[in-house]
Structures are given as structure tokens and as C-alpha cells.
């Protein structure tokens, strides 16, 4: 079946590095995204990665993948109260019809 | 920035009455999606069309039903709400497999309490 699993919550320190992890359960998923909800609007596509891929690092954000144990991680560095989101781990096989699976999302709190 | 638009934002209405909430999109994809999302919970996909006239189900089954006769139009209606149809409803689209696999561009939602 297609499970993304994430935890709930999660609270850092202003200028701290968040870490918000996710596991999933298809292992021919292709395509491994992290998307932000804001407070009050829709989900916007933040980074992906391939599962060809180990690591992706895009300016603060640096996405791992251990394909072995099907687990990809989200390290936000320097976390500022504007990341103060809910974030949300999803797959996706390759494919025209295939859908994307979202997790439950984790609410990442920044304490100034 | 996404083009994509939900109205209502809010809506609160009584038991047993018709809705219909709007989803409308300007980029001109082709594939378009309604996903409910509870506090808590996972996104659920409820609904999907990958064109004009092409209308599925999704994985969560919903009394809720849509139609797609203009590309740009995705509306959701449900006959006779309920309480357990509270919840937040996601629109959203996308131009269909690229570089990224699928890239969802969403609206702001629409949160429904049904009394």
C-alpha cells in the first residue's frame, strides 16, 4: 500500500536547525516531495528529489534520502519564525496517471 | 505564484442543505484535484479529472460529486451536507508529468462546518 508517515509537532529555537523526517512504505515511489502549508492558504510545493538521488541542498534547505529504509528527511538550517508552517512529505510513482500521497503533515513551531 | 482559486474561504451552513464549493484555475492545466484535510490527518484525495469531461474518484470515498466542462472549472457539490462533511477542501492542478514528476499547485482552501 502507499503510507507517509510523519510526526505531528515539532519546536525549535529561532537560528536553530529543524530536522522534520518522514517515512514511507512504496518502494517504487519515484518522486519524494516536501510541500508548505502556511497559515490560511494551500500547500506550495517547497523542494523534491529523486530516488535515484541521496541528498538535494538548495539554499537553507537540505533534503536526505536513505532509499534502503525508505526515509527522507527535511533539514531546515538557520530555522526563522517565517518557517513556522506545516510541512508535508509525498510520493509519487512514476507514471502519466499516477497520484501523489501525502503524509499528515508536522507542524513546525519557531520560538523567537 | 499560483493561480488557482477557491471560493468560498469559509462557508457554515445547516444540515441537509446544497453546496457547491468553486475551484477555478488560470494556467490552463489539465489535470485538476479535490482533497479533503482534517486536522491530523493526511491529505485524502476524494477527487480527480485529467481533462474536460473526465471525472474519477479518489481514494477516500466522498458523497460529494464534481464535474469538469471547461478546463479552467473543477467544481465540487455536495446534495445534502452533513456534519461529517465538516472538513477542509483543497483544490488543486497541474500541468501534468514533468522534469519534477508532478508538480501540484494548490488553492487556499475551503473550510466547511456543517451545523
Known amino acids: 500500500g502507499e503510507d507517509v508517515e510523519q510526526s505531528l509537532f515539532l519546536s525549535v529555537r529561532e537560528g536553530d536547525s529543524s530536522v522534520i523526517n518522514c517515512t514511507y512504505t512504496?518502494?517504487?515511489?519515484?518522486?519524494l516531495y516536501w510541500y508548505k502549508q502556511e497559515p490560511g492558504a494551500g500547500l506550495q510545493l517547497l523542494t523534491y528529489?529523486?530516488?535515484?538521488?541521496d541528498m538535494k541542498q538548495d539554499q537553507r534547505l537540505t533534503v536526505l534520502l536513505n532509499k534502503k529504509d525508505k526515509h527522507l528527511s527535511l533539514r531546515i538550517a538557520d530555522t526563522q519564525t517565517g518557517d513556522s508552517a506545516i510541512y508535508f512529505c509525498?510520493?509519487?510513482?512514476?507514471?502519466?496517471?499516477?497520484?501523489?500521497?501525502f503524509g499528515i503533515g508536522t507542524k513546525l513551531q519557531v520560538i523567537p | 505564484e499560483a493561480d488557482i482559486y477557491q471560493t468560498p474561504r469559509y462557508l457554515v451552513i445547516g444540515t441537509g442543505k446544497k453546496i457547491t464549493l468553486e475551484c477555478s484555475q488560470t494556467?490552463?492545466?489539465?489535470?485538476m484535484y479535490w482533497y479533503q484535510q482534517d486536522p491530523g490527518m493526511e491529505l485524502h484525495l476524494i477527487h480527480y479529472?485529467?481533462?474536460?469531461?473526465?471525472?474519477e474518484k479518489g481514494d477516500l470515498s466522498s458523497e460529494s460529486t464534481v464535474s469538469r466542462i471547461r478546463t479552467e472549472h473543477f467544481p465540487l457539490t455536495l446534495e445534502s451536507a452533513r456534519p461529517s462533511h465538516t472538513s477542509q477542501y483543497l483544490c488543486?492542478?497541474?500541468?501534468?508529468?514533468?522534469?519534477?514528476?508532478?508538480?501540484?499547485?494548490f488553492g487556499s482552501g475551503t473550510q466547511l462546518s456543517v451545523l
Open positions: 488543486a492542478s497541474s500541468e501534468g508529468v514533468s522534469p519534477v514528476g508532478e508538480k501540484l499547485f
Open positions: 512504496d518502494s517504487s515511489s519515484t518522486y
Open positions: 528529489i529523486f530516488s535515484n538521488m
Open positions: 509525498a510520493e509519487r510513482k512514476a507514471g502519466g496517471y499516477q497520484k501523489v500521497t
Open positions: 494556467m490552463g492545466h489539465d489535470k
Open positions: 479529472s485529467y481533462g474536460v469531461n473526465s471525472t
